[in-house]
């Protein structure tokens, strides 16, 4: 059984800060390509940024230069680092494997006030 918790979220300022984590099962994380999901009301659910077993990164454009993925494979952990936040990345943010599996944790809500 898969199991993903995510957490960090809450309601900031535009131009603030949060950083998400994500704690998952063992075996699933140590060695899968991890990802950083949001979805905003009435949009598909898109990914953020995805991060390797080895630490290699890809963000999305729409995040570039202000969000910073990690993870700490000795705890299965990963990070989601958001600065200069704006209120379109209102969303509930969810981790997964990249590729995306049918696994999905609650998720955790982000909101950004202008």
């Known amino acids: 059984q898969v199991q993903l918790v995510e957490s960090g979220g809450g309601l900031v300022q535009a131009g603030g800060s949060l950083r998400l984590s994500c704690v998952a099962s063992?075996?699933?994380?140590?060695?899968?390509?991890m990802g950083w999901y949001r979805q905003a009301p009435g949009k598909q659910r898109e990914l953020v940024a995805s991060?390797?077993?080895?630490?290699?990164?890809n963000i999305a454009d729409s995040v570039k230069g202000r969000f910073t993925i990690s993870r700490d494979n000795d705890k299965n952990m990963m990070y989601l680092q958001m600065n200069s936040l704006k209120p379109e990345d209102t969303a509930v943010y969810y981790c997964?494997?990249?590729?995306?599996?049918?696994?999905w944790g609650q998720g955790t809500q982000v909101t950004v006030s202008s």
């Open positions: 997964n494997r990249f590729p995306r599996t049918a696994y």
């Open positions: 991060i390797t077993p080895n630490g290699s990164t």
């Open positions: 063992g075996n699933f994380f140590r060695v899968n390509a």
